[in-house]
């Protein structure tokens, strides 16, 4: 079945460092989203991209998809601490159906 | 509009008993997923309801059940418990469209003991 990884699993950063994190899918997505999930809560839908080598911003956040759709990016510039959390990409699979498979996600700590 | 409600918050159960949790979506929200999320495991996709017809399932065993309603509040159900399904279920409601983000509410703390 479909598999979506994430890389680092785990990063820690001082306040103002660059962090980013690598989504990669063994099979073609159709789209793909990104959540943050902070310490006790729940995942919370930050964006979605669906064209090849699509762009998009958010303020200090850049999400960008891969030109063969298998795999993405989520870079933070100048991290704040109210950027802590776990963030997770969801793919669906190209193949059809609305089934969203999560990725492994990467954990950010972000010390003073 | 209100959120994604689920409960109960948190649950304990002993191994073989049974379990359902409830979920109701956000108004107008036609499809219901679930998720089981583990710290080694992460989020795993168990089901998806819409329109109170199961739409996609994940790979669990089939102690793992779910249905919907026609209101689209939905019910996830787990029978003969095992100690590793103590997990926090997460249910997450969509417009059920193609693209559409989910929208997911705090989630079941099930413990098995």
């Known amino acids: 079945g479909q598999q979506v990884m994430q890389i680092p699993q785990y990063q820690h950063v001082q306040e103002g460092e660059d962090f980013t994190t690598y989504c990669n899918s063994s099979t073609t997505l159709s789209n793909i989203q990104w959540y943050k999930q902070r310490p006790g809560g729940h995942p919370v839908f930050l964006i979605q991209?669906?064209?090849?080598?699509e762009v998009k911003k958010q303020k200090r956040l850049t999400f960008q998809f891969g030109e063969a759709k298998k795999n993405s990016s989520l870079h933070i510039t100048a991290t704040q601490t109210t950027d802590v959390g776990t963030y997770f990409c969801?793919?669906?699979?190209?193949?059809?159906?609305?089934?969203?498979?999560f990725g492994t996600g990467t954990q950010l700590k972000v010390e003073l | 509009k209100a959120g994604v409600t689920q409960t109960p918050r948190y649950l304990i159960k002993t191994r073989g008993q049974q379990v359902t949790l409830s979920c109701s979506p956000i108004?107008?929200?036609?499809?219901v997923s679930w998720y089981q999320q583990t710290p080694g495991q992460g989020l795993q996709f168990l089901f998806e309801y819409f329109s109170e017809t199961q739409r996609n399932k994940g790979n669990f065993p089939g102690r793992f059940s779910g249905r919907q309603f026609s209101n689209s509040r939905s019910e996830m159900n787990v029978s003969t418990l095992e100690l590793g399904d103590s997990a926090l279920y997460l249910c997450?409601?969509?417009?059920?469209?193609?693209?559409?983000?989910?929208?997911f509410g705090n989630g079941t703390r099930l413990t098995v003991t």
């Open positions: 969801a793919g669906r699979d190209s193949g059809g159906g609305n089934k969203l498979t």
């Open positions: 991209l669906v064209k090849s080598g």
């Open positions: 108004s107008g929200h036609r499809s």
């Open positions: 997450a409601s969509s417009e059920g469209v193609w693209g559409s983000p989910l929208h």
